[in-house]
């Protein structure tokens, strides 16, 4: 059996910043990842949360522009066999012709507009679109971009979180907006 | 097929706190909740953990001292049809005589160190001890109890969280400790 | 002898939003309020931050459109014996024709724009411009407009904080982001 | 004249982490800094409280038993002019035999219990104790402490807060609890 909830440490990481745990569970919950869902995930960076998402039952397509990035997706996509489909390249050119009911945007490399356009054409009727943000410029522009595109059931979260360390002192994390909303129009 | 990943609306509610969506993922997450899991909610309040935990594919025995609590997990029960054990009373008198792999401590009612006894014997090695805490006292006699019980793999968050509201207004939640151990004694 | 580090409670309260003590003797903090300064405050509320600059040793032009807001500033003016200018109107109308090294902004009535192009008359050259914001997109105009304004030494910070109540529970606050910039053109 | 509000990056710093302003100017507000104090600082590691009470009108005596520490204090003590008495040593026995009307605890060398027992004495009636801390452990023992030596409007201050970097990131700092009590006996 696949076992999901993958701890940070389980992973095989290099020197991109990986979702951690906490913020990646978090993004699962607000896809609502179902057995069956297709999942887009828009730079997909480690692949940390394609592959939860992939052993919490969904089939997923990963894009990712960095060749660091792919090689750890691959390399953790073969460890956890998930058998996600891996794209090297740029939202929204490299993006694949097929719909998805899911997707989500770790990364859009200033390209957030056309992603929507896309997702216009290839996420579904009653899909989720979901993004996490680290800065307030890029959050402001996906928000505006939902209402635009009249996403409905809009969520905006701020997660500040800490953990103990070895020590016992708390140590900080960086805040993170999560955002999700849900594609009414065809 | 059952759905998971519940929104905090979509249950029924009455005057007790509620575990709110976040917390109650990342703790479904902490506790790793795999079909087939036995989990025991001990201080069940509304049932909102122990009917995600269902959804999610563990068999959940639930126990509540307070008879809204139970009313409530029972309503809910019926509603998502989780088929949950769900017990009026307290802990640790009112705890079940059979073993489980996964416990959650909502509520204590100040009997942490005789609950610690309990799972000596009813939590499976292996097994995963979680608790949430919205107050100090109570999160260090936890964490307190998690080193002298022996448990391992212990870790201790602490999340702050804001929701933004309708009028773009940002609400902050209280802050919530959750922590996990992971028992090897037998 | 004037007593500063005035207490939540020591301030005459409406129904109105009272800066609460953390945020507002952090916003003094980075106003860096100094004996002699000359500080506006625009969209004061209840006056708490102009009577705390005001027992640091400032000079303080208060603006509140509210009349329940106008009337606790009065009070709490007379209370604290600090002698603030204390005009009803919104803002830019209502602003004085004279200078300051000094602005702090609380509320803006959806007139930022004006009040930057105001302040570039009468904001003095090394004054300090400090916004509390509980809203992302007044925050993002607010920081637009200081880049616009060309604001050198401009600092955005996130509080989240919490304090426990009587029963020993943490109770979360909503965030704030603290925004200042200084002026350096003239 | 004595500029207050020092910057962060006005302090001469060395490898000992340093007090950072938001919750530097957090503790003096606690404190209530007035004129003519007099604040004992214990563990006064880099000195930046101390300095900064000084700056607004304090007199203080700082202890401080690493050697990097004792020549920052004194370092920053010249460059800012602020005339801090600086001892080299542990707490409680090194602490100077004269009465205080505040007092910080920034560190404490695991002798909370002989430092309380030192402030019953040299802690003046209605004076002021204010502490920081980073693990709950320490946070924990201080908050007993000042219950078992029956100071009053204990408040307890959980502070999570991030600052926007160049690039437009948000950056979590690590979470501070700020605890602060008002001495009532003899």
Not at 15 to 29: A, E, S, V, W, Y
Not at 151 to 168: C, F, N, P, V
């Amino acid at each position: 059996m696949k076992m999901k909830w993958i701890r940070d440490e389980d992973f095989i990481r290099g020197n991109i910043p990986m979702t951690k745990f906490n913020i990646r569970i978090l993004t699962i919950g607000h896809l609502a990842i179902e057995e069956g869902d297709r999942l887009l995930d828009i730079g997909a960076g480690t692949g940390s949360i394609s592959i939860e998402a992939a052993l919490q039952g969904a089939k997923v397509w990963a894009i990712e522009r960095e060749e660091e990035g792919i090689s750890l997706i691959k390399t953790n996509d073969k460890k956890f066999n998930t058998n996600i489909n891996i794209t090297k390249g740029c939202a929204p050119e490299s993006l694949p012709y097929n719909s998805f009911n899911k997707c989500f945007i770790g990364g859009s490399g200033g390209k957030l507009k056309e992603i929507f356009q896309y997702l216009d054409e290839y996420l579904e009727k009653g899909g989720i679109l979901c993004g996490n943000f680290i800065t307030l410029s890029n959050l402001n522009e996906f928000m505006a971009l939902l209402k635009k595109h009249e996403y409905k059931d809009i969520e905006t979260h701020l997660i500040q979180s800490a953990y103990m360390d070895r020590t016992g002192l708390m140590k900080g994390e960086n805040p993170i907006y999560i955002v999700k909303g849900v594609k009414l129009n065809d």
